[in-house]
Nanobody, 121 residues
Framework: QVQLVESGGGLVQAGGSLRLSCAASGTIRSINVMGWYRQAPGKQRELVATIRSGGSTKYADSGKGRFTISGDNAKNTVYLQMNSLKPEDTAVYYC???????????????WGQGTQVTVSS
């Protein structure tokens, strides 16, 4: 069984920074992609950033230049450093991962429970 556990959300003033972490645990053979999505009240869940096992990254336009995604393969952990936060960044941030568990052919997609990020003006 695989789990994603997020941490690092909270309340911050506009212009501030937060660092989110997401650790994958369980019987994991390989992690193909890890990333962050967010969902604001009344809006659809949207991509924030992803990082592949080889290190290539992808960002939504909203976070380019402000957000940095990174990973620690040894710890099965992905981080999202968010700088220059804006009130419109307020949302629940969800970790997502494409993982091949031990004993499974192919990969499965997993979601974390979400962590609230609130940016005050």
């Amino acid at each position: 069984q695989v789990q994603l556990v997020e941490s690092g959300g909270g309340l911050v003033q506009a212009g501030g920074s937060l660092r989110l972490s997401c650790a994958a645990s369980g019987t994991i053979r390989s992690i193909n992609v890890m990333g962050w999505y967010r969902q604001a009240p009344g809006k659809q869940r949207e991509l924030v950033a992803t990082i592949r096992s080889g290190g290539s990254t992808k960002y939504a336009d909203s976070g380019k230049g402000r957000f940095t995604i990174s990973g620690d393969n040894a710890k099965n952990t992905v981080y999202l450093q968010m700088n220059s936060l804006k009130p419109e960044d307020t949302a629940v941030y969800y970790c997502n991962a494409d993982i091949t568990p031990l004993g499974v052919i192919g990969s499965l997609n997993y979601w974390g429970q979400g962590t609230q990020v609130t940016v005050s003006s």
